[in-house]
Protein backbone atom coordinates (compact mmCIF):
# COMPACT_ATOMS: atom_id res chain seq x y z
CA UNK A 1 0.00 0.00 0.00
CA UNK A 2 1.25 3.39 -0.99
CA UNK A 3 0.00 6.07 1.21
CA UNK A 4 0.64 10.12 0.57
CA UNK A 5 -0.45 13.40 2.54
CA UNK A 6 -1.16 15.93 0.48
CA UNK A 7 -1.83 19.57 2.18
CA UNK A 8 -3.20 22.61 0.65
CA UNK A 9 -6.23 25.05 0.75
CA UNK A 10 -8.68 22.63 -1.24
CA UNK A 11 -11.47 23.33 -3.46
CA UNK A 12 -14.12 21.20 -4.92
CA UNK A 13 -17.50 21.66 -5.77
CA UNK A 14 -20.68 19.72 -4.59
CA UNK A 15 -23.12 20.91 -7.01
CA UNK A 16 -23.46 23.79 -9.65
CA UNK A 17 -23.38 27.28 -8.29
CA UNK A 18 -26.71 29.05 -7.93
CA UNK A 19 -25.16 32.35 -7.89
CA UNK A 20 -21.26 33.86 -6.74
CA UNK A 21 -22.35 34.11 -2.93
CA UNK A 22 -23.57 30.73 -3.28
CA UNK A 23 -20.93 28.75 -0.76
CA UNK A 24 -22.91 25.80 -0.16
CA UNK A 25 -21.90 24.73 -3.50
CA UNK A 26 -18.79 24.12 -2.91
CA UNK A 27 -16.27 22.69 -0.04
CA UNK A 28 -13.33 24.93 0.60
CA UNK A 29 -10.63 24.15 3.72
CA UNK A 30 -7.99 26.99 4.21
CA UNK A 31 -5.91 24.41 5.03
CA UNK A 32 -6.91 21.33 4.44
CA UNK A 33 -5.04 17.52 3.07
CA UNK A 34 -6.13 14.63 0.95
CA UNK A 35 -4.84 11.35 2.23
CA UNK A 36 -4.12 9.84 -0.47
CA UNK A 37 -4.00 5.56 -0.70
CA UNK A 38 -2.59 3.13 -3.81
CA UNK A 39 -4.03 6.57 -6.11
CA UNK A 40 -7.35 6.90 -4.82
CA UNK A 41 -8.26 10.33 -2.00
CA UNK A 42 -8.90 7.84 0.71
CA UNK A 43 -9.94 10.90 3.15
CA UNK A 44 -10.05 14.97 3.07
CA UNK A 45 -10.82 17.87 5.19
CA UNK A 46 -9.09 19.91 7.51
CA UNK A 47 -5.22 19.49 7.55
CA UNK A 48 -5.02 17.81 11.34
CA UNK A 49 -8.27 15.70 11.19
CA UNK A 50 -6.78 14.19 7.97
CA UNK A 51 -3.45 13.79 9.10
CA UNK A 52 -4.61 11.77 11.92
CA UNK A 53 -5.82 9.16 9.39
CA UNK A 54 -3.05 8.95 8.07
CA UNK A 55 0.12 6.53 8.89
CA UNK A 56 3.25 7.88 11.28
CA UNK A 57 5.70 7.90 8.40
CA UNK A 58 3.23 8.88 5.52
CA UNK A 59 5.28 11.24 2.47
CA UNK A 60 3.71 14.60 3.02
CA UNK A 61 3.75 17.01 0.01
CA UNK A 62 2.71 20.71 1.41
CA UNK A 63 1.33 23.20 -1.68
CA UNK A 64 0.51 25.82 0.51
CA UNK A 65 -0.52 28.85 -0.41
CA UNK A 66 -1.80 27.27 -3.54
CA UNK A 67 -5.60 25.94 -4.39
CA UNK A 68 -5.84 21.98 -4.89
CA UNK A 69 -8.72 21.32 -7.23
CA UNK A 70 -9.49 17.93 -9.05
CA UNK A 71 -8.18 17.47 -12.35
CA UNK A 72 -9.57 19.66 -15.29
CA UNK A 73 -11.68 17.81 -17.47
CA UNK A 74 -11.43 18.96 -21.15
CA UNK A 75 -14.20 17.52 -23.35
CA UNK A 76 -13.52 18.05 -27.16
CA UNK A 77 -10.25 18.08 -28.09
CA UNK A 78 -8.47 16.21 -32.14
CA UNK A 79 -5.05 14.56 -31.06
CA UNK A 80 -4.08 14.70 -34.54
CA UNK A 81 -4.20 18.55 -34.47
CA UNK A 82 -1.56 19.39 -33.09
CA UNK A 83 0.50 20.68 -35.71
CA UNK A 84 -2.34 22.73 -37.19
CA UNK A 85 -3.27 24.85 -33.82
CA UNK A 86 -2.76 28.63 -35.28
CA UNK A 87 -3.24 27.81 -39.17
CA UNK A 88 -4.81 31.05 -40.81
CA UNK A 89 -8.39 29.96 -42.70
CA UNK A 90 -12.09 32.18 -42.94
CA UNK A 91 -13.82 29.29 -41.19
CA UNK A 92 -14.53 26.16 -40.52
CA UNK A 93 -14.53 24.13 -43.92
CA UNK A 94 -11.16 26.05 -45.29
CA UNK A 95 -9.28 25.48 -41.97
CA UNK A 96 -10.27 21.61 -42.61
CA UNK A 97 -9.62 21.11 -46.35
CA UNK A 98 -6.65 23.49 -46.37
CA UNK A 99 -4.95 22.48 -43.04
CA UNK A 100 -6.56 20.02 -40.85
CA UNK A 101 -7.48 16.84 -43.26
CA UNK A 102 -3.85 16.40 -45.15
CA UNK A 103 -2.46 16.67 -40.98
CA UNK A 104 -4.54 14.10 -40.47
CA UNK A 105 -3.41 11.63 -43.19
CA UNK A 106 -0.10 11.66 -41.96
CA UNK A 107 -1.60 8.71 -38.89
CA UNK A 108 -1.62 6.30 -40.63
CA UNK A 109 2.58 5.80 -40.03
CA UNK A 110 2.80 4.15 -36.47
CA UNK A 111 5.61 6.24 -35.58
CA UNK A 112 4.10 9.93 -36.10
CA UNK A 113 1.20 8.82 -34.03
CA UNK A 114 2.99 7.57 -31.04
CA UNK A 115 5.41 11.04 -31.28
CA UNK A 116 2.24 12.83 -31.02
CA UNK A 117 0.62 11.05 -28.84
CA UNK A 118 3.53 11.85 -26.00
CA UNK A 119 3.84 15.66 -27.24
CA UNK A 120 -0.01 15.25 -26.83
CA UNK A 121 -0.25 13.78 -23.36
CA UNK A 122 2.44 16.37 -22.13
CA UNK A 123 0.73 19.46 -22.91
CA UNK A 124 -2.30 18.44 -21.10
CA UNK A 125 -0.40 17.46 -17.85
CA UNK A 126 1.60 21.09 -18.36
CA UNK A 127 -2.15 22.73 -18.54
CA UNK A 128 -3.48 20.72 -15.59
CA UNK A 129 -5.91 18.33 -17.18
CA UNK A 130 -5.76 15.20 -16.06
CA UNK A 131 -8.88 13.61 -18.36
CA UNK A 132 -9.69 14.43 -21.96
CA UNK A 133 -12.30 13.11 -24.97
CA UNK A 134 -10.01 13.10 -27.52
CA UNK A 135 -11.39 12.41 -31.45
CA UNK A 136 -8.25 10.39 -33.05
CA UNK A 137 -7.50 10.05 -36.97
CA UNK A 138 -9.34 7.04 -39.49
CA UNK A 139 -6.72 5.78 -38.51
CA UNK A 140 -6.87 2.77 -36.10
CA UNK A 141 -2.91 2.97 -35.79
CA UNK A 142 -4.04 6.22 -34.24
CA UNK A 143 -6.55 5.29 -31.58
CA UNK A 144 -3.63 2.43 -30.84
CA UNK A 145 -1.21 5.62 -30.07
CA UNK A 146 -3.41 7.67 -27.72
CA UNK A 147 -4.76 4.76 -26.07
CA UNK A 148 -1.41 3.19 -25.44
CA UNK A 149 -0.51 6.46 -24.01
CA UNK A 150 -3.26 7.06 -21.68
CA UNK A 151 -2.34 3.27 -19.97
CA UNK A 152 1.62 4.62 -20.00
CA UNK A 153 0.19 7.58 -17.82
CA UNK A 154 -2.35 5.70 -16.10
CA UNK A 155 -5.44 8.39 -17.12
CA UNK A 156 -8.74 8.74 -17.55
CA UNK A 157 -9.33 8.91 -21.18
CA UNK A 158 -12.20 8.72 -23.65
CA UNK A 159 -11.30 8.27 -27.19
CA UNK A 160 -12.34 7.12 -30.56
CA UNK A 161 -11.11 6.34 -34.24
CA UNK A 162 -13.01 8.43 -36.61
CA UNK A 163 -15.84 7.26 -38.94
CA UNK A 164 -15.75 9.25 -41.89
CA UNK A 165 -16.39 7.82 -45.82
CA UNK A 166 -16.85 10.59 -48.03
CA UNK A 167 -15.97 14.40 -48.40
CA UNK A 168 -12.59 14.11 -47.30
CA UNK A 169 -9.13 12.84 -48.95
CA UNK A 170 -8.35 9.34 -50.11
CA UNK A 171 -6.22 8.76 -47.29
CA UNK A 172 -8.73 10.28 -44.88
CA UNK A 173 -11.55 7.69 -45.90
CA UNK A 174 -12.88 4.56 -44.75
CA UNK A 175 -15.93 2.65 -45.26
CA UNK A 176 -18.75 1.66 -43.00
CA UNK A 177 -17.67 -1.66 -42.67
CA UNK A 178 -14.62 -0.97 -42.13
CA UNK A 179 -15.36 1.77 -39.76
CA UNK A 180 -17.65 -0.63 -38.04
CA UNK A 181 -15.10 -3.71 -37.58
CA UNK A 182 -11.95 -1.26 -36.89
CA UNK A 183 -14.10 0.65 -33.76
CA UNK A 184 -15.04 -2.88 -32.71
CA UNK A 185 -11.32 -3.63 -32.78
CA UNK A 186 -10.54 -0.68 -30.48
CA UNK A 187 -13.24 -1.34 -28.03
CA UNK A 188 -11.40 -4.74 -28.24
CA UNK A 189 -8.08 -3.85 -27.64
CA UNK A 190 -8.47 -0.87 -25.46
CA UNK A 191 -12.35 -0.41 -23.37
CA UNK A 192 -12.36 -1.09 -20.33
CA UNK A 193 -8.59 -1.58 -20.01
CA UNK A 194 -7.10 0.35 -17.15
CA UNK A 195 -8.77 4.16 -17.30
CA UNK A 196 -9.66 3.89 -21.03
CA UNK A 197 -13.06 4.25 -22.53
CA UNK A 198 -13.94 4.02 -26.21
CA UNK A 199 -16.50 6.27 -28.16
CA UNK A 200 -17.60 5.38 -31.11
CA UNK A 201 -17.03 8.84 -33.37
CA UNK A 202 -18.67 9.62 -36.58
CA UNK A 203 -16.60 12.67 -37.25
CA UNK A 204 -19.95 14.37 -38.42
CA UNK A 205 -22.58 14.13 -41.19
CA UNK A 206 -21.23 15.72 -43.82
CA UNK A 207 -18.13 13.30 -43.40
CA UNK A 208 -20.15 9.88 -43.10
CA UNK A 209 -22.64 8.19 -45.87
CA UNK A 210 -26.24 6.92 -44.15
CA UNK A 211 -24.68 3.81 -44.79
CA UNK A 212 -21.51 4.43 -42.23
CA UNK A 213 -24.21 6.35 -40.08
CA UNK A 214 -26.23 2.97 -40.47
CA UNK A 215 -22.98 0.97 -39.06
CA UNK A 216 -22.50 3.82 -35.90
CA UNK A 217 -25.83 3.05 -35.14
CA UNK A 218 -25.20 -0.57 -34.99
CA UNK A 219 -21.76 -0.14 -32.85
CA UNK A 220 -24.29 1.88 -30.43
CA UNK A 221 -26.82 -0.73 -30.51
CA UNK A 222 -24.22 -3.33 -29.52
CA UNK A 223 -22.18 -1.06 -26.82
CA UNK A 224 -24.99 0.97 -24.89
CA UNK A 225 -22.64 1.66 -22.30
CA UNK A 226 -20.09 3.80 -24.52
CA UNK A 227 -19.61 7.03 -25.51
CA UNK A 228 -20.62 8.80 -28.67
CA UNK A 229 -19.24 11.78 -30.16
CA UNK A 230 -19.57 14.07 -32.99
CA UNK A 231 -20.09 17.54 -34.28
CA UNK A 232 -23.42 19.47 -34.48
CA UNK A 233 -23.68 23.22 -36.01
CA UNK A 234 -20.68 24.75 -35.57
CA UNK A 235 -21.22 27.24 -38.44
CA UNK A 236 -23.88 28.21 -40.78
CA UNK A 237 -22.46 26.86 -44.05
CA UNK A 238 -21.85 23.66 -42.20
CA UNK A 239 -25.43 23.32 -41.36
CA UNK A 240 -26.50 24.25 -45.13
CA UNK A 241 -24.48 21.77 -46.63
CA UNK A 242 -25.57 18.82 -43.94
CA UNK A 243 -29.42 19.34 -44.63
CA UNK A 244 -28.83 18.89 -48.92
CA UNK A 245 -26.91 16.03 -47.80
CA UNK A 246 -29.64 14.52 -45.61
CA UNK A 247 -32.79 15.92 -46.79
CA UNK A 248 -35.33 13.38 -45.71
CA UNK A 249 -34.21 14.80 -42.50
CA UNK A 250 -36.08 17.85 -40.49
CA UNK A 251 -32.73 19.47 -39.27
CA UNK A 252 -29.18 18.51 -38.47
CA UNK A 253 -30.18 17.38 -34.99
CA UNK A 254 -32.77 14.98 -36.70
CA UNK A 255 -29.70 13.54 -38.74
CA UNK A 256 -28.24 12.03 -35.63
CA UNK A 257 -31.70 11.44 -33.88
CA UNK A 258 -32.77 9.19 -36.93
CA UNK A 259 -29.60 7.32 -36.81
CA UNK A 260 -30.02 6.50 -32.86
CA UNK A 261 -27.25 8.32 -31.91
CA UNK A 262 -28.61 10.60 -29.29
CA UNK A 263 -28.78 9.93 -25.46
CA UNK A 264 -27.23 10.51 -22.68
CA UNK A 265 -23.59 9.73 -23.29
CA UNK A 266 -23.51 11.36 -26.83
CA UNK A 267 -21.06 14.49 -27.00
CA UNK A 268 -22.38 17.31 -29.27
CA UNK A 269 -19.20 19.34 -30.32
CA UNK A 270 -19.98 23.56 -30.61
CA UNK A 271 -24.12 22.74 -31.42
CA UNK A 272 -24.08 26.57 -31.64
CA UNK A 273 -27.00 27.10 -33.70
CA UNK A 274 -29.69 25.56 -32.70
CA UNK A 275 -33.21 25.47 -33.54
CA UNK A 276 -36.02 25.56 -30.43
CA UNK A 277 -36.86 22.06 -31.76
CA UNK A 278 -33.59 20.77 -31.70
CA UNK A 279 -32.66 22.43 -28.29
CA UNK A 280 -35.75 20.23 -27.21
CA UNK A 281 -34.44 17.37 -28.50
CA UNK A 282 -30.54 17.47 -26.99
CA UNK A 283 -33.22 18.40 -23.51
CA UNK A 284 -35.37 14.98 -24.09
CA UNK A 285 -32.62 12.58 -24.82
CA UNK A 286 -29.87 13.93 -22.31
CA UNK A 287 -27.27 14.53 -24.85
CA UNK A 288 -24.21 16.75 -24.23
CA UNK A 289 -23.95 20.36 -25.95
CA UNK A 290 -19.98 20.57 -25.42
CA UNK A 291 -18.87 24.00 -25.62
CA UNK A 292 -15.33 25.10 -27.59
CA UNK A 293 -15.07 29.23 -27.04
CA UNK A 294 -11.58 29.67 -28.21
CA UNK A 295 -11.99 27.72 -31.77
CA UNK A 296 -15.71 29.33 -32.33
CA UNK A 297 -14.10 32.87 -31.82
CA UNK A 298 -10.59 31.77 -33.60
CA UNK A 299 -13.02 30.45 -36.87
CA UNK A 300 -15.86 32.92 -36.20
CA UNK A 301 -18.72 29.91 -36.02
CA UNK A 302 -20.60 31.66 -33.70
CA UNK A 303 -21.41 32.95 -29.87
CA UNK A 304 -22.75 29.62 -27.96
CA UNK A 305 -25.92 30.57 -25.90
CA UNK A 306 -24.46 28.81 -22.82
CA UNK A 307 -26.84 30.60 -20.48
CA UNK A 308 -30.09 30.21 -22.71
CA UNK A 309 -29.56 26.97 -23.16
CA UNK A 310 -29.17 25.55 -19.55
CA UNK A 311 -32.49 28.08 -18.20
CA UNK A 312 -34.77 27.04 -20.70
CA UNK A 313 -37.68 25.21 -19.60
CA UNK A 314 -36.09 21.89 -20.97
CA UNK A 315 -32.56 23.04 -20.36
CA UNK A 316 -29.78 21.41 -22.39
CA UNK A 317 -26.81 19.71 -20.31
CA UNK A 318 -23.56 21.63 -20.96
CA UNK A 319 -19.82 20.94 -21.08
CA UNK A 320 -16.75 22.24 -21.78
CA UNK A 321 -13.63 21.66 -23.90
CA UNK A 322 -10.49 23.30 -25.80
CA UNK A 323 -10.96 21.88 -29.60
CA UNK A 324 -7.29 21.47 -30.09
CA UNK A 325 -6.75 22.20 -32.95
CA UNK A 326 -9.47 24.73 -34.28
CA UNK A 327 -8.95 25.89 -30.27
CA UNK A 328 -6.02 28.18 -29.79
CA UNK A 329 -4.81 26.79 -26.49
CA UNK A 330 -4.76 23.78 -24.01
CA UNK A 331 -5.78 25.35 -21.26
CA UNK A 332 -8.91 25.22 -19.63
CA UNK A 333 -7.73 27.93 -17.86
CA UNK A 334 -7.57 30.23 -21.08
CA UNK A 335 -10.81 28.05 -22.20
CA UNK A 336 -13.47 29.66 -19.55
CA UNK A 337 -11.81 33.38 -19.97
CA UNK A 338 -13.06 33.37 -23.53
CA UNK A 339 -16.04 31.44 -22.20
CA UNK A 340 -16.88 34.51 -19.90
CA UNK A 341 -16.24 37.01 -23.01
CA UNK A 342 -18.59 34.91 -25.41
CA UNK A 343 -21.44 35.14 -22.31
CA UNK A 344 -20.41 39.02 -21.83
CA UNK A 345 -21.01 39.90 -25.90
CA UNK A 346 -24.76 37.81 -25.60
CA UNK A 347 -25.52 40.10 -22.44
CA UNK A 348 -25.26 37.00 -20.17
CA UNK A 349 -22.17 36.70 -16.84
CA UNK A 350 -20.18 33.74 -15.96
CA UNK A 351 -19.40 33.88 -12.52
CA UNK A 352 -15.74 31.91 -12.11
CA UNK A 353 -17.57 29.66 -9.31
CA UNK A 354 -19.64 28.50 -12.36
CA UNK A 355 -16.42 28.25 -14.64
CA UNK A 356 -14.29 25.80 -12.14
CA UNK A 357 -17.78 24.06 -11.78
CA UNK A 358 -17.44 23.47 -15.54
CA UNK A 359 -14.34 22.62 -15.51
CA UNK A 360 -14.33 19.89 -12.88
CA UNK A 361 -17.59 18.32 -11.41
CA UNK A 362 -19.80 19.98 -14.13
CA UNK A 363 -17.33 18.06 -17.05
CA UNK A 364 -17.14 14.62 -15.09
CA UNK A 365 -21.42 14.41 -14.29
CA UNK A 366 -21.45 15.29 -18.37
CA UNK A 367 -19.15 12.18 -18.64
CA UNK A 368 -21.26 10.21 -15.62
CA UNK A 369 -18.76 9.73 -13.99
CA UNK A 370 -18.61 11.99 -10.53
CA UNK A 371 -18.25 9.44 -8.65
CA UNK A 372 -14.80 8.44 -9.87
CA UNK A 373 -13.15 11.92 -11.23
CA UNK A 374 -14.04 16.37 -10.75
CA UNK A 375 -14.24 16.21 -7.41
CA UNK A 376 -12.09 15.63 -3.96
CA UNK A 377 -14.36 12.84 -2.30
CA UNK A 378 -13.09 10.17 -1.11
CA UNK A 379 -13.18 6.88 -3.07
CA UNK A 380 -12.03 9.34 -6.07
CA UNK A 381 -9.23 9.04 -8.16
CA UNK A 382 -6.76 11.41 -6.97
CA UNK A 383 -6.53 13.72 -10.32
CA UNK A 384 -5.80 16.78 -9.24
CA UNK A 385 -4.31 20.23 -10.23
CA UNK A 386 -2.31 22.81 -7.66
CA UNK A 387 -3.03 26.07 -8.61
CA UNK A 388 -1.01 29.05 -8.06
CA UNK A 389 -2.60 32.43 -8.77
CA UNK A 390 0.43 34.77 -8.29
CA UNK A 391 2.30 33.16 -10.72
CA UNK A 392 3.80 35.60 -12.77
CA UNK A 393 4.51 38.82 -11.93
CA UNK A 394 1.32 40.70 -12.87
CA UNK A 395 -0.78 38.14 -11.01
CA UNK A 396 1.33 38.64 -8.41
CA UNK A 397 0.67 42.44 -8.23
CA UNK A 398 -3.05 41.84 -8.84
CA UNK A 399 -3.19 39.15 -6.05
CA UNK A 400 -1.90 41.74 -3.23
CA UNK A 401 -5.60 43.20 -3.95
CA UNK A 402 -7.58 40.20 -4.15
CA UNK A 403 -9.70 39.46 -0.84
CA UNK A 404 -12.48 36.99 -1.68
CA UNK A 405 -12.16 33.01 -3.20
CA UNK A 406 -14.21 34.31 -5.91
CA UNK A 407 -11.67 36.88 -7.12
CA UNK A 408 -8.44 35.12 -6.74
CA UNK A 409 -10.42 32.31 -9.23
CA UNK A 410 -11.81 34.81 -11.46
CA UNK A 411 -7.60 36.05 -11.70
CA UNK A 412 -6.82 32.20 -12.41
CA UNK A 413 -8.96 32.19 -15.14
CA UNK A 414 -9.04 35.43 -16.67
CA UNK A 415 -4.54 35.91 -16.35
CA UNK A 416 -3.53 32.20 -15.65
CA UNK A 417 -2.45 29.75 -18.14
CA UNK A 418 0.24 26.40 -17.96
CA UNK A 419 2.55 28.76 -15.58
CA UNK A 420 -0.11 29.08 -13.26
CA UNK A 421 -0.31 25.12 -12.84
CA UNK A 422 2.15 24.32 -10.16
CA UNK A 423 1.30 20.24 -10.22
CA UNK A 424 -0.56 17.97 -11.70
CA UNK A 425 -1.55 14.64 -10.17
CA UNK A 426 -2.35 11.70 -11.73
CA UNK A 427 -3.92 9.03 -9.29
CA UNK A 428 -1.90 10.50 -6.54
CA UNK A 429 1.52 10.66 -9.09
CA UNK A 430 3.35 14.34 -9.62
CA UNK A 431 3.12 14.25 -13.20
CA UNK A 432 3.86 18.16 -14.02
CA UNK A 433 7.41 17.75 -12.38
CA UNK A 434 8.72 14.78 -14.02
CA UNK A 435 8.21 16.28 -17.86
Not at 100 to 106: D, H, Q, V
Not at 395 to 424: N, W
Amino acid sequence: MTEKLIRGRLLSFRRAPLSLTDTESYAYEHDGALLVTDGRIAATGDYAAVKAKASQDVEEIDHRPHLILPGFIDMHLHFPQMQVVASYAANLLEWLNTYTFPEECRFVETDHAARIATHFYDELLRHGTTTAVAYCSVHKTSADAYFAEALKRGMCMVGGKVMMDRNAPQGLLDTPEMGYDETRQVIADWHGKARCHVAITPRFAITSTPAQMKAAQALAEEFPDLFIQTHLSENHEEIRYTCELYPEATDYTDIYARYGLLGRKTLLGHAIHLSEREADALSETGAVAVHCPTSNLFLGSGLFPMKALTRREKPVRVAVATDIGGGSSYSMLRTMDEAYKIQQLLGERLNPLESFYLMTRGNAEALSMADDIGTLEPGTHADLVVLNAASTPAMKLRMETVKTLPEELFLLQTMGDDRAVVETYVAGKEMKSSL
